[in-house]
């Protein structure tokens, strides 16, 4: 075996890359096109890196349709740190944030937000270990709310929100970072939508964050607010308030580039994962309990998919053997334990075929 032979890579983030993305990197990582340099050598003040910057998000948009009243910035930080921005520009000591529970990133959440403001859950599913999300009936909104927050996808327990919510016209706010780009979002529903982009959108690095005109407007007028925290300064500078990262948005771009021209967007990459889903949870549904899903069939991820064997030493034994067989990052998380795979865009329906085959490999072996 080559030590450079590229094994599936089911890892949860950072996570499977586009292998075209990964080869245009790669030719222009020692000198870009007529830039005399690498891209990890240019400033972020030149003329390249704005193209690039541009660009991505020129891309970004046409691929989600993101209005022209929508902000779009490229952050640091990662989705913890939109953890605490959120509250810290749009919740005041006096004011109620409503959160939803819906397992360990949300929960993240709810605690940097309770450190500026009230918060109040409008739904868990923790006594349950967090297997589903909610019906839009199962809960309220307040009206007084000065925003909404929700994970679209649980990373770790493999829940997801395959529609919209309802928010009560309460701005809606979401943490996108697992499902973003993987299926259909409208943006016109959200007051702000953030991403880290190391799940399905690029490498550890960056955070896109995707911000309305009118929540925006709602921000709290305060100059005690650390200048790097307030979404003012981002949307001043057009995200060049300090140095960016700019290969971190470079590989952004790339990813954004074979999506909207070699897999159709949003509309064609969706069909893929659910294909890719649907193949695997078929796998554990037909196993005579052999497997046994987390999640509840009506909150599976189509990006994360957690399950069981018969015991913790079969889990731990299951990923050892993937690994033996050119596969990578199937231990589930150290909180919960089991088996997860990550499918996101780049994880190839080829990837998940060979899991598939070695998952009956392994159940008649054991």
Known sequence: ??????????????????????????????????????????????????????????????????????YVMFLQGGATTQFSMVPVNFLSEDGTAVYMEQGTWSKKAIAEAKRVGNVEIAWSDKENNFTRVPADDEYEVRADAKYFHITSNETIHGVEFLRDPKSNGVPMVCDASSDFLGRPIDITKYA?????????????????????DDFYKKLIDDDRRPIMMNYKTHVENKSLYNTCPVFAIYMVGLVLKWLEEEKGGIAGIYKENQAKAEMLYKAIDESNGFYRGHAAADSRSIMNVTWRTPSDDLDKEFAKEAEAHKMLGLKGHRSVGGIRASIYNATSLEAVEALVKFMAEFKNKH
């Open 192 to 212: 702000l939508v953030y991403a880290g982009a190391q799940k399905n959108i690029g490498p550890a690095g960056v955070t896109v964050s995707i911000l309305s």
């Open 1 to 70: 075996m080559s030590q450079y032979e590229r094994f599936y890579n089911f890892s949860a983030g950072p996570a499977a890359l586009p292998l075209p993305a990964l080869e245009e990197a790669a030719r222009d990582l020692v000198c870009y096109p007529n830039a005399g340099a690498s891209v990890l050598e240019l400033s972020h003040r030149g003329k390249v890196i704005d193209g690039i910057i541009k660009e991505a998000e020129a891309r970004l948009r046409r691929i989600l349709n993101i209005p022209d009243n929508y």
